[in-house]
């Protein structure tokens, strides 16, 4: 009996001491993964980068060399943009100005009694609303801008009653 709970103690400091050591190799394995880890993303990193931020990586962080590979690279990025002259951006402002509509007096006239009607009637659905302002929309912008704000005034006054 003596013999079997000697070797049930030896037994049993043997299976601690296997589970220490499993305990010891993982700890390891996760430290070594952690290391590959940083290491991978470093060399990515630089991989992807330009020279300049190569070298600041080295340096450290918030070094001085940081930012000067800071300016190298955004005077890189900016000459690579490509250039616009005046004379082609005052170009491209012209082409993307819409010509102001023409529209004669009998239609802006027009505009101005559905206005009215609708200021004596009280209101208009809201089809007739929509289509009004279609038809503002073609107006050039002073003669719009006289429309919108008789409409809005007879709206704000209660003279007209519906949305727009």
């Known amino acids: ?28 394995v996760d430290t070594v ?30 070094g001085a060399a940081d930012i000067d590979a800071i300016r190298q690279v955004m005077r890189e990025e900016l000459a690579a943009l490509p250039t616009i002259t005046h004379t082609e951006q005052a170009r491209h402002d012209n082409t993307d100005t819409p010509a102001a509509p023409v529209v004669d007096a009998q239609f802006t006239a027009e505009l101005q009694r559905d206005v009215e009607r609708f200021i004596a009637r009280g209101g208009a659905d809201d089809a007739a609303m929509a289509d009004l302002q279609i038809k503002i929309a073609r107006l050039p912008k002073e003669e719009r801008a006289k429309i919108l704000s ?15």
């Open 1 to 28: 009996m003596r013999i079997l709970i000697g070797l049930s103690i030896i037994q049993t400091s043997l299976l601690g001491l296997i589970g220490l050591r499993v305990l010891a190799v993982d700890a390891t």
């Open 33 to 62: 993964a952690d290391t590959s880890l940083d290491v991978l993303a470093a060399t990515s990193r630089t991989a992807k980068a330009p020279a300049a931020y190569a070298q600041s990586a080295r340096v450290g962080a918030y």
């Open 150 to 164: 008789r409409l809005t005034k007879a709206m704000n006054a209660g003279e007209i009653d519906s949305t727009f």
